[in-house]
């Protein structure tokens, strides 16, 4: 399958597909990725694996809906199976979530619906829950809400702190995210309104 990325950082959940697809656990092509940062670490990682690179800087933009219409026409002119949201820190705006249903995933260092939006790990600690992990699921127009693929569970100890659980959980998002990419380039993801089937 072919898949595109968008991040907007360092990119280590991206780094993280690129790895898994060079060793042959994902069958899949990264045709492309895209960051709203031109600073991104991402667009390196990229450059080193000979991957093309769009670069929508968010601030060369007169408006948001400006940026939206960019987005919007980028994707659809790359056009791949799968769009992964990987560190993307922005809201995708309702027609571009609509248009991509069900060929978009998103990655979250939460175990959804607990601690939607930023500093995840950060609401987990100051919430004093004992379990933690990362969710990937399908991208909807709301913030962290579509369809869940699958969650990993990381133990949260009363020594941590955000910056050691942050370690933890993203060291599971590494394995979490291959796992689902290789189940949708499998053919394996079936949506069926909120709830998702893993066919074996
Ligand atoms: C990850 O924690 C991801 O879950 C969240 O943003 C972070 C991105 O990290 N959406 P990286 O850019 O993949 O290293």
């Given at each position: 399958k072919r898949i595109a990325v968008l991040a907007s950082g360092r990119g280590s959940n991206f780094q993280a597909i690129l790895d898994r697809i060079n060793d042959g656990y994902i069958k899949a092509e990264i045709v492309c990725l895209i960051t709203?940062?031109?600073?991104?670490y991402s667009i390196k990682r990229a450059d080193k694996a000979g991957i093309a690179v769009r670069i929508?800087?968010?601030?060369?933009?007169?408006?948001r809906d400006e940026y939206n219409e960019n987005l919007h026409e980028t994707m659809m002119e790359i056009n791949p199976d799968l769009f992964v949201l990987?560190?993307?820190m922005r809201l995708l705006d309702p027609k571009t979530a609509k248009e991509f249903a069900g060929k978009m995933i998103n990655i979250h260092?939460?175990?959804?619906?607990?601690?939607?939006?930023?500093?995840a790990q950060k609401q987990a600690i100051d919430y004093g829950v004992k379990v933690a992990g990362c969710t990937v699921h399908f991208v909807d127009e709301?913030?962290?809400?579509?369809?869940?693929?699958l969650q990993h569970v990381v133990p949260v100890f009363f020594e941590d702190d955000e910056e050691s659980l942050t370690k933890r959980i993203l060291k599971e998002e590494h394995i979490a995210l291959p796992n689902a990419l290789r189940l949708f380039c499998e053919d394996k993801i079936k949506i069926s309104g909120r709830k998702v089937k893993i066919l074996d």
């Amino acid at each position: 399958k072919r898949i595109a990325v968008l991040a907007s950082g360092r990119g280590s959940n991206f780094q993280a597909i690129l790895d898994r697809i060079n060793d042959g656990y994902i069958k899949a092509e990264i045709v492309c990725l895209i960051t709203d940062k031109p600073g991104a670490y991402s667009i390196k990682r990229a450059d080193k694996a000979g991957i093309a690179v769009r670069i929508l800087d968010f601030d060369s933009f007169q408006s948001r809906d400006e940026y939206n219409e960019n987005l919007h026409e980028t994707m659809m002119e790359i056009n791949p199976d799968l769009f992964v949201l990987a560190g993307y820190m922005r809201l995708l705006d309702p027609k571009t979530a609509k248009e991509f249903a069900g060929k978009m995933i998103n990655i979250h260092p939460a175990i959804l619906p607990a601690f939607t939006g930023l500093h995840a790990q950060k609401q987990a600690i100051d919430y004093g829950v004992k379990v933690a992990g990362c969710t990937v699921h399908f991208v909807d127009e709301g913030m962290d809400t579509g369809p869940i693929i699958l969650q990993h569970v990381v133990p949260v100890f009363f020594e941590d702190d955000e910056e050691s659980l942050t370690k933890r959980i993203l060291k599971e998002e590494h394995i979490a995210l291959p796992n689902a990419l290789r189940l949708f380039c499998e053919d394996k993801i079936k949506i069926s309104g909120r709830k998702v089937k893993i066919l074996d």
